[in-house]
């Protein structure tokens, strides 16, 4: 099995610019990859692309609506695309730093965020890719769908109009199974572009958070890797538990931290998300068991860990682990510092959202008449109304613009990259408890390939050609005018170049 | 519709189901390559109502085990019932191939094949199941289905092959005598009574084939028989209104004719079974008539009138028939007669007839048609020559609409004027909707 991951890292400029200073910044930043470790640049086919593929095998582009997309070399275990992200990530930095000179913009006013939204209206994305040999992710809806959506761990927290939620890529899914990634997204993504021979498909799972604890990012492609591989070895698990109302079932577990809201099942009887996840969990380990692979079983020991956890001790239990839990205590301590609680704050959320684009959150001497003369008069209607109803007091709406402001700004802190980012000082702090990976893991990854997938051969052939000229690579092929090496088969290591005629 | 399952099969039940469901699906973590318990766990999901994760994964199981006959076999069966032709043909190909297929699958493929027309491959494949040593239940139901539905197939060759020299006795079961019916009725061969006696209704329960037993019994004189399997039929399916019609001949030619009478005015077009002569109409109708069943008789009359297109033969003792009519009208106390007849000219005949008949009273005939009605009224004005009749389309959902239509309807000269009853056309149109609404014309219908 071959595994993958993908990640669109937004930028943040905290100093003055526009939109095309932050278009040209991501550019820079990508070119400037090449600098800082062996690339060619991509070409997919004949259509040349704005990115590398860099010697450790991975694949670094700009991605359209201006994102640096971070692609893991293939990988064999979850573990490995933890390391190659992070250390992926790394050589973003050190792109970074010089992309910041050239632009005459201060480092440190620049944020590259692993997360699957800029809060400002577009959604990203990290993608868990899973090779398969028998089917199409169109083969396993009925069977993901439920696990998918139910995967607590793969959540990474949300501030939005419902105050503080599980999830950041829910509010953007609208339908079950889909090709498209930007409109109509679903929870399973049926885009067949198997990136290898047809022997190989490829299951490409976009309905994922990008989290900043390893052992969110871990579990999450790891149990996501095992359940895709128990279902293309003929394992059927997940029907049973089929959802009447899956897109539904996203926005009734968002504020469920418990995981223990019952959701109405097709076959007409009740299931809380936890109990879902126990499934798959039981069947995997029963898989598991049957199989020498040390990465399964790995997998389902912090599965089971983190599912008994989160029933024993609720959130509060993962507090140190996994995002949402994380940021639970963190955003709760800091709203308690600033004399609200998460219900309250939850509670101006929504007419802070109604109310955002007529309202900046500066002083106002009457905030009712002020967004009544500027909102339209049925959006008034709704805000006064959801005031009213929660006992709000109109004069506190300012105020709780700011904090919800300032609640944002601390959630793309938490998503920041750099070792600055607050998850990073959490984690020097000693407030966190989910690193799987050592330094010296992250070193030996920023230069070198995986050795057991054709990330192998195509890391060594671009050791091997980047200096020639014309050098380009794809995931499945690298090339330059003289010579090329084929890379049709993801588990194959080898290579051998072919003089063009 | 989880709601509705959930009420019928119940959430105990239902828990239950999902309880084994979860257990097979544990279990197929360590034997995932085992058809016979995925195909389990896919009927446990059909069960639960999860149609589609059912076909979901049956489709994965084809995918993995395309050489599996019971998966083949499920796959086909899946396709038959959802009726992809598309599908079943590339299905039906792949399980040709297979050199020796097992009961199952050729099951299954004798019913894709009857779903893609090959009438003889099916017939071959029941050939097949006929020759092996042991007949399965299964295969007798289908095939007797088959032959029903195919009554002039080579199949009916096949199977008078597969019952040649075998012997007849009582241990046989009723499919396979009713089979054997419908080979020897094929052939001519009298031994079709002998098959038939030995038959009885309550050994078999597929509505068709009690309907076809029906039909048979009747075509070699059983009266009594053909009834007992026209009315289980009717009880398994309410609407099979071959076997109402069947029915209403048993009855008559078994003496019943009150009960004819009653079960043919439940045909949705009051449309008398072809097999009924006009003698026996005729004495249902004037059994209804002495019955003073005024519904009945109006019944009677549009389906002889349908059948024979001339009104007035189909009432031989007119004179009686209406005086039972009038008297029944009378004793309801209402001066309006209603008729629901099917067409047009069957109502202006009617108008014919009960002018000479000496019909005093203003007389609606209701013409059913769809969810329509149109209502013919007959609206004296000064004297029997200067009736007229004139048709409203109205909708009987409502007393609005019909108020409305009756507004449409009077013309002039003929509004307002008092007949001999003293009824105005528009309390007479209000009795009318009573008459509907209060329904026992309805209730008589149904």
Redesign the interface.
């Known amino acids: 099995m071959v595994i993958g991951l993908e990640n669109e890292l937004p930028v943040a400029i905290d100093s003055p610019h526009t939109q095309a200073q932050r278009k040209q910044l991501v550019s820079s930043i990508v070119n400037c990859v090449r600098e800082v470790t062996t690339a060619v640049p991509v070409q997919e086919g004949r259509v040349p692309q704005l990115g590398f593929m860099l010697l450790n095998g991975s694949k670094i582009y700009e991605d359209s609506g201006a994102y640096v997309e971070n692609a893991t070399p293939e990988v064999r275990t979850p573990i490995e695309a933890v390391i190659y992200q992070r250390a992926n990530e790394l050589l973003l930095l050190k792109a970074l730093q010089k992309a910041a000179t050239r632009m005459h913009i201060k480092p440190a006013d620049i944020k590259l965020v692993r997360a699957v939204t800029d809060y400002a209206g577009h959604y990203c994305g990290m993608h868990v890719n899973v090779s398969a040999r028998r089917y199409e992710a169109a083969d396993m809806v009925e069977h993901l769908t439920p696990f998918i959506i139910t995967r607590f761990y793969a959540c990474a927290g949300s501030i939005g109009g419902a105050g503080f939620t599980m999830s950041q890529k829910n509010p953007a899914i609208r339908t079950v199974a889909s090709e498209d990634t930007r409109q109509n997204r679903g929870i399973i993504n049926l885009k067949r572009e198997p990136l290898a021979n047809a022997t190989f498909k490829r299951i490409h799972i976009t309905h994922n958070d990008a989290t900043m604890s390893e052992l969110s990012t871990f579990l999450t492609v790891g149990c996501t890797a095992l359940v895709v591989k128990m279902l293309d070895d003929g394992v059927c698990v997940g029907p049973c538990y089929k959802l009447a109302d899956p897109v539904g079932a996203l926005k009734q577990m968002d504020n469920d931290f418990y995981w223990s809201e019952l959701l109405n099942l097709a076959s007409g009887l009740r299931a809380s998300p936890i109990e879902i996840q126990e499934h798959y969990l039981r069947v995997a380990e029963v898989y598991s068991a049957g199989h020498d692979e040390v990465w399964m079983k790995d997998v389902v020991k912090r599965w089971r860990w983190v599912l008994e956890t989160l029933r024993t001790r609720g959130p509060k239990g993962l507090c140190r682990e996994l995002d949402p839990y994380i940021k639970l205590r963190l955003y709760s301590t800091s709203l308690r510092k600033h004399g609200t609680t998460l219900k309250e704050f939850s509670q101006w959320a929504r007419p802070i959202a109604m109310a955002k684009p007529c309202f900046d959150g500066g002083h106002q001497r009457d905030i009712r008449n002020y967004l009544k003369e500027r909102m339209p008069a049925v959006g008034f209607y709704f805000l006064e109304e959801h005031i009213s109803r929660n006992r709000l007091n109109w004069c506190d709406l300012p105020r709780a613009r700011r904090l919800y402001d300032k609640m944002i700004s601390m959630d793309i802190m938490f998503h920041d990259i750099r070792e600055q980012g607050l998850y990073f000082r959490l984690r020097d702090a000693n407030m966190v408890n989910s690193e799987l990976v050592n330094k010296a893991h992250l070193h030996e990854a920023m230069c070198n390939p995986p050795r057991n997938t054709r990330a192998y051969a195509r890391g060594s052939a671009i050791r091997e050609a980047a200096r020639e000229s014309g050098t380009v690579a794809s995931w499945v092929e690298v090339r330059n005018r003289n010579r090329h090496v084929q890379l049709p088969d993801p588990l194959v290591t080898t290579y051998i170049w072919q003089q063009l005629k | 519709m989880?709601?509705t399952?959930?009420m019928k099969i119940g959430?105990k039940e239902?828990?239950e189901?999902?309880q084994k469901?979860?257990a097979?699906?544990?279990s197929?973590?360590?034997d995932?390559?085992s058809a016979e318990r995925?195909l389990g766990?896919v009927g446990?999901?059909k069960k639960?109502?999860?149609e589609?994760?059912?076909r979901?994964?049956l489709?994965?199981?084809w995918?993995?085990l395309p050489q599996d006959q019971l998966v083949l076999a499920a796959m086909l069966d899946m396709h038959v019932e959802r009726k992809t032709i598309q599908l079943l043909t590339p299905l039906a190909g792949a399980a040709q191939r297979i050199a020796k297929p097992c009961v199952a699958l050729r099951l299954a493929m004798a019913s894709a094949h009857t779903v893609l027309r090959q009438i003889d491959m099916a017939a071959a494949q029941y050939a097949e199941l006929l020759n092996a040593d042991k007949i399965t239940l299964e295969v007798m139901l289908q095939l007797a289905e088959f032959v029903s539905s195919h009554p002039s197939s080579p199949a009916l060759t096949a199977a008078s092959k597969a019952f040649a020299g075998r012997k007849v006795n009582d241990s046989l079961p009723a499919l396979l005598l009713y089979v054997l019916c419908r080979v020897s009725e094929t052939e001519n061969d009298p031994d079709v009574s002998l098959y038939l006696d030995r038959i009885h209704p309550r050994q078999i329960s597929q509505s068709q084939i009690l309907f076809d037993l029906a039909r048979l019994s009747f075509r070699f004189g059983k009266w009594g028989k053909a009834v007992a399997a026209a009315k289980k039929a009717l009880r398994i399916s309410p609407e099979h209104e071959s076997a109402k019609s069947l029915l209403v001949s048993a009855y008559s030619f078994a003496g019943h004719l009150y009960k004819a009478a009653r079960c043919m005015l439940t045909l949705s077009k009051s449309r008398p079974p072809l097999s009924l002569g006009s003698q026996q109409l005729t004495a249902i109708l004037d059994f209804a008539a002495k019955q003073q069943k005024l519904q009945l008789v109006s019944g009677v009359i549009a389906a002889k009138s349908k059948e024979e297109g001339n009104y007035q033969v189909c009432v031989p003792n007119s004179d009686e028939s209406s005086r039972a009519a009038i008297q029944y009208i009378e004793k309801r106390g209402g001066p309006v007669g209603v008729s629901v007849i099917e067409t047009t000219r069957t109502a202006v005949r009617a108008w014919d007839v009960l002018l000479k008949s000496d019909w005093r009273f203003p007389h609606v005939i209701v013409q059913q048609l769809g969810n329509c009605q149109i209502l013919h009224a007959f609206v004296p004005s000064d004297g029997p020559d200067c009736w007229s009749w004139q048709e409203v389309s109205i909708s009987i959902d409502g007393r609005r609409q019909l108020a409305e239509a009756s507004k449409v309807y009077f013309i002039p000269g003929a509004a307002n004027q008092r007949d001999e009853v003293g009824t105005t056309c528009s309390e007479l149109f209000k009795q009318v909707e009573k008459e509907l609404m209060s329904s026992p014309i309805q209730k008589e219908l149904q």
Request: glycine share 6%; aromatic share 2%.
């Open positions: 989880t709601e399952r959930a959430q239902l828990r189901l999902q469901a979860i097979v699906e544990v197929t973590a360590t995932a390559g995925r766990l446990l999901y639960l109502g999860l589609a994760p059912a979901s994964e489709t994965r199981m995918q993995q």
